[in-house]
């Protein structure tokens, strides 16, 4: 158990819906990253938050959006739903940012869009 | 920019021999190295990571990783597999300069026979 959760840890929807995915970090993370890993595509970041603020964007679509919480818990939004949009949806936590620190993933959450 | 690359998408290995997964990467300045593993249903669990000295880096579950500068390389090796280290498997770099996220190999699934 890496201490890392995230809630659900299934989500089936259908096309043009919006879901939140929810993710803990580890006790005293202050950085949390948001990855998506399907098949074809590998595991790709999409972002990064650290102590609340954004820090750093990857290959995260427009229609996706994510904050992070003065408890350090954070939410990634995904809105108008595709089919290509059916992943795992994994979130992670770090110390600190970049550096040595290596991050602790949580148990992830499927997404299913029919 | 930074890259990794995992050139071998499987690897079998019969249990009991030694195994190498393979990693290349590429950053401007000097990296730190990490090597995570992916059981099915499961999030990344950290192995190993190489941050300075040694150049011969031990992990978890018996895991070694052998950092060569010159060849730019971070091969993860065990000396004798076992089934259970069945898995997937993702190497990723840093640059140990600025604040940049980790970037991940796109892993390689090995698959030990008995």
């Known amino acids: 158990d890496s201490g890392v959760t995230q809630t659900p840890k299934h989500l089936i929807t259908a096309t043009g819906q919006r879901v939140t995915l929810r993710c803990s970090p580890r006790s005293g993370d202050l950085s949390v990253y948001w990855y998506q890993q399907s098949l074809d595509q590998g595991l790709q970041f999409l972002i990064q938050y650290y102590n609340g603020e954004e820090r750093a964007k990857g290959n995260i679509l427009e229609r996706f959006s994510a904050q992070q919480f003065p408890d350090l818990h954070s939410e990634l939004n995904l809105s108008s739903l595709e089919l290509g949009d059916s992943a795992l949806y994994f979130c992670a936590s770090s110390v600190a940012t970049g550096g040595f620190y290596e991050q602790y993933f949580g148990p992830g959450t499927r997404l299913t869009v029919t | ?61 018996g895991f070694e990783a052998e950092f060569n500068k010159s060849q730019t390389s971070f091969h993860l090796k065990k000396p004798s597999a076992l089934v259970s280290d069945s898995a997937l498997y993702f190497c990723a770099v840093r640059d140990i300069e600025g604040d940049t996220p980790l970037v991940f190999g796109k892993g390689t699934r090995l698959s030990v026979i008995a």
């Open chain 2, 1 to 61: 920019a930074q890259s990794v690359a995992q050139p071998e998408d499987q690897v079998n290995v019969a249990e009991g021999n030694p195994l190498t997964v393979k990693c290349t990467y590429s950053v401007s300045g000097n990296p730190y190295l990490f090597w995570y593993v992916q059981y099915p249903n499961r999030g990344l669990q950290f192995l190993l990571k190489y941050i300075t000295g040694d150049n011969l880096v031990k992990g978890s579950y």
